[in-house]
């Protein structure tokens, strides 16, 4: 089989992960870059084709891609570009936005099907890896819940969103906001008690917050802790810091995660599974597992499939390189 | 959809296992079971039909199974049941020989789609989850390697093979073996080091052994620790003690295990996944696990697919009761 050729589209934090990635996936040949502003990108890379992503006609002549990976924000960016690019070329994007992925789905899932390309959508690792092991652990302990924690290290982890939340209110200058799992209510999980349980529960929020010359902290403060949906369920600690200390002790992109689901098994014996990823950078982690999942897209295309998937829709052996044979001989 | 009828094939700790899993999985129905030796079976059961295995086509003529799941061992039963048996009808069975699954596949793919019926092979814990789990840790961090670790817990997991092979031994009355996981080599592997292991390097053994009248402990002890495969390459503790002991001591059949994978991503930052499992009875964790797994087969089947089948060709959607809308919405 001739090397699977990916074009990157966008060229952010997860678009540079996913080029670092490709490297350690020898099946795969990075194509081309596509960005909406090409002579940005051209300026850190080179020896590679960087197109503007709106002449899809152009860059898909020209670059013959197999796949192409969409790297740009589930807010703006994929709700035009998946179904526009998904009508030309199969995709691969981490849609993240949890309440309006059926919507997004259906879309999708048209635009692709018209086609007959293959659009896998969502993943990364929540949604994705995280979304997996939640269906597993319900179909195998049926009756238990399966509960996502999130930032279970020391330092937390890094929550883009939250941090761009905080950088909106008026008087912030730049931030970082840390998410925590609260620990005694893991416990809880794991001693199969199957809690309800609210938001501020399960999670509490670190915010690191530069202010603007003049800003007011207490107004911030008031504004950060009463913001609703992002910080208002939280119990949130906020931290004024410099942008040196920012720059400093905020730097990087950690983030890490446990789903865990506890039940019994047929006459009352205790049942436990756990699903945990710690990842020095969260943007590169949802890299290298989009990188896999473009591996299976291209081999849903070729075996005439079309349509949007998601990770629950699509066998692991898809996402490996290794052989039937090999997977039978060393991965069973 | 109507209810998939189950056929239990054998009657020991899985086949029971499977028959109180069947109780929390409200789209199946337990069809009847089938043992070589139903009298004995009728003696604990009421209200369920009991019939002989070796009689397949008159059972399933009378019971009209979907499927039938397979709850002998791998060393002599489904060997032989499970080609003849996936000839007639949907199967699922735990072969967990690692070494001849390879073989194991080949034979139940050619007798399932001569007849066109799905086989589902090698499904439960290890092999089953774990499989899935290596396969993914390998393939969304490229270049790790995924270890398997039993017996995590203070008092280790208690092996059902390692406790027969005692059995064996002349001298010996009654044993249990219980497997302890090296915790020092765990630690290797999530500090991303991706050892190169002995099997001793990972797991130690610990035996509860009960003497025959006369027995002499010194060469049974001697024999134990010299056993190859099963306790030569491994540090082994004996110890020596009363039938009351074991029974009262060491009841139950609790195990757990682990998976992990570390590695790095893109630029060098660290990265591991984990899958951590425990349960209080191994043989109804696997008793659970291929139930969900029977649920795939009669999907698979109903699909028009035939042939052997692993955990590693099957979407996790299959695996589930919620419906395509419920796994995007709830599950994503």
């Known amino acids: 089989m001739s090397q699977i050729r990916v074009v990157v589209a966008g060229y952010g934090n997860v678009g540079r992960g996913v080029i670092a990635a490709l490297k350690n996936n020898p099946d795969m040949i990075l194509a081309g870059i596509v960005s909406r502003n090409p002579d940005r990108v051209k300026k850190t890379v080179s020896g590679i084709p960087v197109m503007q992503i709106a002449d899809a006609d152009q860059w898909i002549a020209e670059l013959r891609p197999d796949v192409a990976i969409l790297c740009g924000g589930s807010k703006d960016d994929l709700p035009v570009q998946g179904p526009a690019l998904c009508a030309k070329v199969c995709t ?25 390309k293959v659009a896998v959508i969502s993943t990364g690792w929540d949604p994705g890896i995280f979304s997996l092991e939640r269906t597993l652990g319900n179909a195998f302990l049926p009756g238990s819940r399966a509960y996502g924690f999130y930032g279970l290290g020391e330092s937390g ?34 001693r199969g008690e199957n809690p309800d349980f609210t938001a501020g529960d399960m999670h509490t929020r670190e915010c690191f917050v530069v202010l603007e010359d003049g800003a007011d902290p207490e107004k911030v403060a008031e504004t950060i802790r009463t913001m609703p949906g992002y910080f208002a369920p939280y ?40 699903y945990r990823c710690q990842w020095g950078s969260n943007p590169e982690a949802t890299a290298n597992v989009m990188v896999a999942h473009a591996r299976a897209a291209v081999r849903l295309a070729r075996e005439g499939r079309s349509g949007a998937f998601t990770i629950l829709d699509i066998p692991a052996s898809y996402f490996s390189t290794a052989s039937k044979e090999e997977l039978l001989a060393k991965f069973m």
């Open 92 to 116: 691969v994007d981490s849609f993240d936005n949890h309440s309006r992925i059926p919507e997004y789905f259906k879309t999708m899932d048209s635009a692709a099907n018209a086609a007959g």
């Open 235 to 274: 119990k949130t600690e906020i931290n004024f810091v410099s942008q040196e200390y920012l720059n400093e002790k905020c730097a990087g992109f950690p983030h890490d995660g446990l789903v865990v689901a506890a039940g019994v098994t047929g006459s009352g014996n205790p049942a436990r599974v756990e």
């Open 157 to 190: 982890g890094l929550s883009m969103g939250h941090s761009d939340a905080l950088r909106t209110i008026p008087g912030v200058k730049d931030a970082r906001q840390y998410t925590h799992a609260v620990t005694g209510s893991i416990e809880k999980v794991r």
